[in-house]
């Protein structure tokens, strides 16, 4: 089976600009998450979806929005840039299907994004 | 507030032997953990996973315990083999697909 996978690999963006990022779970998960990588603060879960729908949501701005496709595809957009937004944005998928549980999460490679 | 601490940022060891890595956790209500290894530039990969009803999970040379009296998890690597550095990451979760995860143990194992 093929991984998470996650495009752009890499992105450059200047303050103020808004950016898009996507992700493909393995084929057959259907619970996708989203977390940023600093230097300062680590891993931090940003939001969950199942199902199209947001089930978690971590304690990020609402400039940190992100939508899942019917096919379970998901996409995470940070709009109005900040210099501190700069991270390493990771997605991951797992076969959970019920909420109220917690499971094995497999992560992507990342897409490493720098605001200048 | 740090509900997970990996409160070693390093560790050193030769090749052939037993590598610890410990996880201390504040969050009684968690009732799952893992250990994920990252190489930079890189995405976590899963190693092993531990469910609050067990108190050892074996895979391989990987050996993951829970004290849950403790509120401590350790992962056991051995023996342990140059391929085995890189960073490593616990998490914990409960009730939901939202890991939180530790600060990273750098492993660096020496031949």
């Known amino acids: 089976k093929a991984g998470v996978t996650q495009t752009p690999r890499y992105l450059i963006k200047t303050r103020g600009q808004q950016v898009t990022l996507s992700c493909s779970p393995i084929?057959?998960?259907?619970?996708v998450s989203w977390y940023q990588q600093t230097p300062g603060q680590g891993l931090q879960f940003l939001f969950e979806?199942?199902?199209?729908?947001?089930?978690n949501k971590g304690n990020f701005p609402g400039r940190f929005s992100g939508r899942q496709f019917s096919n379970s595809r998901s996409e995470m957009n940070v709009s109005t840039l900040e210099l501190g937004d700069s991270a390493l944005y990771l997605c991951?998928?797992?076969?959970?299907?019920?909420?109220?549980?917690?499971?094995?999460?497999?992560f992507g490679p990342g897409t490493r994004l720098t605001v200048l | 507030d740090q509900q997970v601490k990996q409160n070693s940022p390093s560790l050193s060891v030769q090749e052939g032997r037993i590598s610890i890595l410990n996880c201390d956790y504040t969050n009684s209500m968690f009732d799952y953990f893992l250990w994920y290894k990252k190489y930079p530039a890189e995405g976590p990969t899963f190693l092993i996973s531990i469910s609050s009803i067990k108190d050892k999970n074996e895979d391989g040379r990987f050996t993951v315990f829970l004290n849950k009296s403790a509120k401590h998890l350790s992962l056991h690597i051995v023996p342990s083999q140059p391929g085995d550095s890189a960073v490593y990451f616990c998490a914990a979760g409960y009730g939901a697909q939202k890991l939180v995860f530790g600060q990273g143990t750098r492993l660096t194992i020496n031949p």
């Open positions: 979806y199942f199902s199209e729908t947001q089930r």
């Open positions: 084929s057959g998960h259907r619970s």
């Open positions: 991951a998928s797992s076969s959970l299907v019920a909420g109220g549980t917690t499971d094995t999460q497999y």
